[in-house]
């Protein structure tokens, strides 16, 4: 396994997430982590970390308690 296939991966969700983010009305949840884990066979913390992009681009904000939502 190289350097760039984790990496890949989270921007690939990263990127799904972001379109599947533009059909959503804003405060709506986003798929829990646990399946967007067994979607694309990946860890929690792959997926943590896309979210965490989409977070940074102000996409998506994580909820008290756990899980996420679009951001308004």
């Given amino acids: 396994m190289t350097s760039q296939q984790p990496q890949s991966a989270y921007l690939a969700i990263a990127d799904q997430l972001r379109q599947e983010i533009r059909n959503r009305p804003a405060m709506t949840d986003l798929p829990p982590v646990a399946d967007l884990v067994a979607q694309h066979a990946v860890s929690r913390s792959?997926?943590?970390?896309?979210?965490?992009?989409?977070q940074q681009?102000?996409?998506?904000?994580?909820?008290?308690?756990?899980g996420w939502n679009v951001r308004p």
Wanted: glycine share 16%; charged share 20%.
């Fill in 57 to 66: 681009e102000g996409l998506a904000e994580p909820l008290p308690g756990g």
């Fill in 46 to 54: 792959t997926v943590r970390r896309a979210l965490a992009v989409l």
